[in-house]
């Protein structure tokens, strides 16, 4: 080890004289410390919040939609078919049928969007209240005493009063000519099954009922409202939306998920990036402390400095003396933080369940959010980006005291000693 290192090291052991420069040293270990992990841990947090809003949108979005130009598709088996040689990545490609409707029972009314499904569809993967995937399937695709399933949300389910086995009435924008005018066109469905949705918007605003069905009570027998595409990873829908794009024309519309909801994402992604600044500056005030506790020192070793000097000790060695303390300060204080930051996030779920029991308060809100644990997902990228970010500024606020500390004139240092 240098000499340099031996000085840095014994500059930062105060004397009883020093007191005050080293409690400042301190203070400016523990400033980087904290907005070490205040960063890392806001991190986590977004990133969990983002890859939660993200499940809950792909939780009945597809990654990749197929629609046509004016109009519902004819023809969809032959598409089907195309898209499954064009699109090796894809795990499903399912038709569909959609309209809006209402939904009638115990004199409750409830507006969805009724969407006819094959089986199979990644609707089946999430929970059902009572009844698991394959018996939901079961009672869907199969009339049971002549009246067909629906599946419906579990806030539908309750704004309507029914529960499984009960039937409600749907009622799409269609009417049937009488003698007696236009009567809205109407079809009892029996409820087969509830899914409790994750708190997201489009779970809630959906009903399912079988493909057959549907375009036979909507008069689509034949055409489609689109194909969805289920892909292996959500990260390949850009990539497939613009190969399929060059195979399938106009009139036909291909949609990634990110076409569809990226932008609400994007806000995400953006909120995440103002954090990060905001919480930034708290290092950088942290390194203004650096900075002025190595000026203290500077003035109140210049006699030392002077010294060096005299002994031969080059303006690069006495640079280097005030840049490894700066060094060394800045070192402890990021891997402090980063050990309590990645601490904090790895056990926010916990800690705040802890303190929502000691404080009596609801702090984080799974209804409202649709989650089941407090979001916090700690990035290695993210962990790095704050460490690197840390040291540089720490390193940039060591400059101008070791530069001017190298500057020193011994002569005029010792002058009046």
Not at 64 to 79: K, M, S, T
Not at 285 to 291: G, L, Q, R, S
Not at 318 to 332: D, H, P, R, S, Y
Request: charged fraction near 15%; aromatic fraction near 10%.
């Amino acid at each position: 080890m240098g000499y340099e290192w031996f000085v840095s090291l014994r500059y930062l052991r105060a004397k009883r004289k020093q007191t005050f420069i080293s409690v400042i040293s301190f203070i400016s270990i523990a400033g980087v410390t904290l907005g070490v992990a205040a960063l890392i841990v806001v991190l986590a947090v977004m990133t969990g919040f983002h890859d939660g809003v993200r499940q809950q949108i792909l939780g009945n979005v597809p990654h990749v939609l197929i629609q046509q130009q004016g109009g519902a598709i004819e023809g969809y088996r032959d598409l089907v078919d195309r898209v499954k040689l064009q699109v090796p990545e894809a795990v499903a490609v399912n038709p569909f049928v959609s309209k809006e409707a209402m939904l009638l029972a115990n004199r409750n009314v409830a507006a969805v969007s009724v969407k006819g499904i094959e089986r199979g569809n990644k609707v089946f993967s999430q929970p059902f209240l009572n009844l698991d995937s394959a018996q939901v399937q079961q009672a869907l695709f199969s009339e049971q005493d002549g009246m067909p399933g629906i599946v419906l949300g579990l806030d539908t389910a309750a704004s309507l009063g029914v529960t499984l086995g009960d039937s409600v009435n749907v009622i799409p924008p269609k009417f049937n000519v009488t003698p007696f005018g236009l009567i809205p066109k109407m079809k009892p469905f029996r409820v087969v099954g509830i899914f409790q949705h994750r708190g997201g918007f489009l779970d809630a605003y959906f009903a399912y009922v079988d493909l057959i069905q549907a375009q036979q009570f909507l008069n689509t027998n034949g055409q489609v409202s689109g194909v969805e595409i289920e892909l292996a990873s959500f990260e390949q829908s850009r990539l497939v939306t613009s190969r399929l794009r060059e195979k399938l024309p106009f009139p036909y519309l291909v949609s990634s998920w990110e076409d569809l909801f990226g932008s609400f994402l994007s806000a995400l992604k953006l909120e995440k990036l103002g954090l990060f600044i905001v919480l930034g500056i708290i290092v950088l005030v942290a390194a203004f402390n650096i900075a002025t506790t190595l000026i203290m020192v500077v003035m109140e070793k210049h006699k030392d400095i002077a010294i060096l000097r005299s002994m031969g000790a080059t303006s690069r060695s006495i640079l280097q003396i005030f840049v490894f303390q700066g060094f060394i300060i800045g070192t402890l204080g990021t891997a402090l933080g980063t050990v309590l930051g990645v601490a904090l996030a790895s056990n926010a779920d916990p800690i705040i369940k802890g303190l929502e029991r000691l404080l009596k308060v609801r702090i984080f809100d799974q209804a409202v959010y649709g989650m089941e644990r407090f979001p916090s997902v700690v990035h290695f990228d993210d962990v790095v980006a704050v460490a690197m970010m840390a040291m540089v500024i720490c390193l940039m606020a060591t400059i101008y005291p070791a530069w001017r500390a190298s500057r020193m004139d011994p002569g005029e240092a010792l002058r009046y000693e």
